[in-house]
């Protein structure tokens, strides 16, 4: 039989946002290979296996991707269970798909381990439902960053009548916020910008589309961080704000 290599999602921090299947997959592990967005207490789960760093953040040093696969078929065909342990979900701005088809293309066949995308657990934990009827009928999630350079279509997708969820977004307020508003999106259009989402320290920056690069700013936002743009970004799930919903830290809110 082929070798099979896992790509578990590590979901956007919180262990406990982990699914049994990511769990039980990781307890067989020989080897993990482990992103940097990755919380180590995941790692709880894989106490047998040996694990192998390969973080890749934007902008700093970091395991070229073509390693960080040889390093994977390498292993798979010394007959060691494998996994690769990614922050969110491994096919959202997590190149699975790549890694998937790379492996496939080398005889080792994949298992696909979902994890909850950072975008879904930044708008819930901060009490915004991404879809609402009246407000929002769609999602989309988009980065605000390329490899190529390339950028979005911010037209198309200010038109778009869905909520815009951005990963690695940070670096590109103001330009987001300039295209939008060229593209005729309302300038009191709710952001929602949102820090280390389900880790301690969660942060919550409510602003407008109009003053999110000042607002951003102010609030020296960091990322990691995921943006809401859309009417929802001003919903509150919880009813009291500074309520966090059961089971969780209350969150530090900031005007
Ligand atoms: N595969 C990941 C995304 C990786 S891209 C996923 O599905 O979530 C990296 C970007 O994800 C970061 O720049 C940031 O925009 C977002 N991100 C990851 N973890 C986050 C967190 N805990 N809080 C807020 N944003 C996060």
Do not use: C, T
């Given at each position: 039989m082929n070798p099979t290599v896992w790509l578990i999602g590590a979901g956007p921090g919180d262990p406990e946002l982990l699914t049994l299947k990511a769990v039980k997959a990781l307890g067989r592990a020989d080897?993990?290979?482990?992103?940097?967005?990755?919380?180590?207490?995941?790692l709880e789960y894989c106490p047998q296996a040996r694990v192998v760093r390969v973080g890749k953040r934007g902008g700093c040093r970091s395991t070229p991707q073509e390693f960080i696969q040889r390093l994977m078929l390498r292993y798979a065909r010394q007959g060691l269970r494998v996994a690769r342990l990614k922050g969110g979900d491994p096919c959202i701005f997590g190149r699975g798909g790549e890694e998937a088809q790379w492996l496939g293309e080398h005889g080792v066949s994949c298992e696909i381990v979902n994890g909850i995308t950072a975008g879904l657990a930044a708008a819930t934990s901060s009490g915004i439902p991404l879809t609402q009827r009246g407000l929002a009928q769609g999602v989309t999630l988009i980065t605000a960053h390329s490899q190529d350079g390339a950028t979005p279509d911010w037209?198309?997708?200010a038109r778009s009548g869905t909520t815009l969820v951005v990963y690695m977004g940070v670096a590109k307020v103001q330009d987001m916020s300039s295209q939008l508003l060229a593209a005729g999106m309302a300038p009191d259009t709710p952001v929602a910008m949102i820090e280390?989402?389900?880790l301690p320290g969660q942060r919550l920056c409510p602003s407008t589309l109009e003053s999110m690069a000042c607002?951003?700013?102010?609030?020296?936002?960091?990322?990691?961080?995921i943006l809401v743009i859309g009417q929802v970004a001003a919903c509150r799930m919880f009813g009291v704000q500074d309520e966090a919903?059961?089971?969780q830290a209350p969150q530090r809110r900031q005007a």
């Open positions: 080897v993990v290979l482990v992103d940097d967005l990755v919380n180590p207490q995941v037209s198309g997708l280390r989402a389900s607002d951003a700013q102010a609030f020296r936002l960091r990322s990691p961080a919903p059961p089971g």
